[in-house]
């Protein structure tokens, strides 16, 4: 899923949601950014790029551990990172769909011809371990549902 800020900003006017943005180009940004959300009291964290990984993937959710937010992250930093929530695509399943390109292209094909295409396969990740540490509880149809339930 790809949001822009201003889509963020229409649909938090829309639902009467108070929107905070806290831009982070680096891991080391995230102690202020997390700071921001605390003093904010925000209840909950929407994290919608992935560009800032580095060598410390696992940094930002240990810092939102901290944070009363409840965190919606990366499916892959929900399963490492200790994010409670996450619903996005299958990764894997998007490399997959790359190779596919790559192949038509080394055969030929001009990839502006190519269609342009939305991943197909979407997954829910919830993490009950982080959601416990943090007094989260979650409904059981809603874990019912998830693809990986982590305990």
Same mark, same amino acid.
């Given at each position: 899923?790809?949001? *822009?800020?201003?889509?963020?900003?229409?649909?938090? +006017?829309? $639902?009467?949601?108070?929107?905070?943005?806290? =831009?982070?180009?680096?891991?080391?940004?995230?102690?202020?950014?997390?700071?921001?959300?605390?003093?904010?009291?925000?209840? /909950?964290? $929407?994290?919608?790029?992935?560009?800032?990984?580095?060598?410390?993937?696992?940094?930002?959710?240990?810092?939102?551990?901290?944070?009363?937010?409840? +965190?919606?992250?990366?499916? +892959?930093? /929900?399963?490492? =990172?200790?994010?409670?929530?996450?619903?996005?695509?299958?990764?894997?399943?998007? !490399?997959?769909?790359?190779?596919? !390109?790559?192949? %038509?292209?080394? %055969?030929?094909?001009?990839?502006?011809? &190519?269609?342009?295409?939305?991943?197909? %396969?979407?997954?829910?990740?919830?993490?009950? %371990?982080?959601?416990? /540490?943090?007094?989260?509880?979650?409904?059981? *149809? &809603?874990?019912?549902? /998830?693809?990986?339930?982590?305990?």
């Amino acid at each position: 899923m790809n949001f *822009s800020v201003r889509e963020m900003e229409m649909a938090a +006017r829309r $639902f009467g949601v108070e929107l905070h943005l806290h =831009g982070v180009s680096s891991p080391f940004d995230f102690p202020a950014a997390f700071d921001g959300i605390t003093r904010e009291h925000a209840n /909950a964290l $929407f994290v919608f790029d992935e560009r800032v990984d580095g060598d410390s993937q696992d940094t930002h959710p240990e810092l939102g551990c901290e944070s009363p937010a409840a +965190r919606d992250l990366s499916v +892959r930093r /929900a399963r490492r =990172g200790g994010g409670v929530m996450a619903y996005g695509p299958n990764i894997p399943d998007i !490399y997959r769909r790359a190779a596919v !390109y790559v192949d %038509k292209i080394l %055969k030929g094909a001009k990839p502006a011809d &190519l269609p342009v295409e939305q991943p197909t %396969k979407i997954q829910l990740v919830i993490n009950l %371990k982080t959601a416990r /540490a943090l007094g989260s509880r979650f409904p059981q *149809s &809603l874990l019912l549902r /998830a693809d990986q339930v982590i305990q």
